[in-house]
């Protein structure tokens, strides 16, 4: 069974631009989580989706944005990148967001701000 | 706000003996408590969950679970080299986030 699949594993962008970041979870997870990933931060919550809905957001400015597709799939989007936006995004997938369901992580994409 | 405190380490074990891992909540209301292990410059990996107060065993691993006391805690039996890495507690209460715990590193001396 494939895991959870993030592209790109690796991205530099500068100040200003938007990126796009894709997540497709295990086959039959329907609950996606993302994480941003810094050194001195560890692991800070986005969002959480469920049937394309958002269930939870995390604290973050309303320059990062996600979606859920129909067959689970999901993307986040961060525009007007900052410096501080440069860390490691960690997409994670459960069968729902029931609290007995473990979350199971991608690799990764990680991000550069030059 | 949730909170999922561990001690940062550096947590230092010889080879061969066992690795105490400590977590404390704030939530009295969580439901289910995770374990992961991260090595430097990989994503967490899922090693044990727990949901009831007591013990769970997996292998090497043991989980310890005290509502009462708002603590989990996750020992390593024979700790190995490969054993060093980060390990993440979670906690997650009912219609809520999963929140993570900064992580406690954990180091293997062979």
């Known amino acids: 069974k494939a895991g959870v699949t993030q592209t790109p594993r690796y991205l530099i962008k500068t100040r200003g631009q938007q990126v796009t970041l894709s997540c497709s979870p295990i086959s039959g997870h329907r609950s996606v989580s993302w994480y941003q990933q810094t050194p001195g931060q560890g692991l800070q919550f986005l969002f959480e989706?469920?049937?394309?809905?958002?269930?939870n957001k995390g604290n973050f400015p309303g320059r990062f944005s996600g979606r859920q597709f129909s067959n689970s799939r999901s993307e986040m989007n961060v525009s007007t990148l900052e410096l501080g936006d440069s860390a490691l995004y960690l997409c994670?997938?459960?069968?729902?967001?029931?609290?007995?369901?473990?979350?199971?992580f991608g690799d990764g994409t990680r991000l550069s701000i030059l | 706000q949730k909170e999922v405190e561990q001690n940062s380490g550096p947590l230092s074990v010889p080879e061969g003996a066992i690795a105490s891992l400590n977590c404390t909540y704030s939530?009295?209301?969580?439901?289910?408590f995770f374990w992961y292990r991260q090595y430097s410059g990989k994503s967490p990996e899922l090693i044990m969950s727990?949901?009831?107060?007591g013990d769970k065993e997996d292998g090497r691993f043991t989980a310890q679970l005290n509502k009462a006391s708002q603590y989990v805690s996750l020992l390593i039996r024979d700790s190995q080299p490969s054993d060093s890495a980060t390990y993440l507690c979670a906690v997650k209460s009912s219609g809520d986030k999963l929140t993570f715990g900064t992580g406690t590193r954990l180091a293997v001396r062979p």
């Open positions: 989706y469920f049937s394309e809905t958002q269930r």
């Open positions: 727990i949901y009831s107060n």
């Open positions: 939530d009295r209301g969580s439901q289910s």
């Open positions: 994670a997938s459960s069968l729902s967001p029931g609290e007995g369901q473990p979350q199971h």
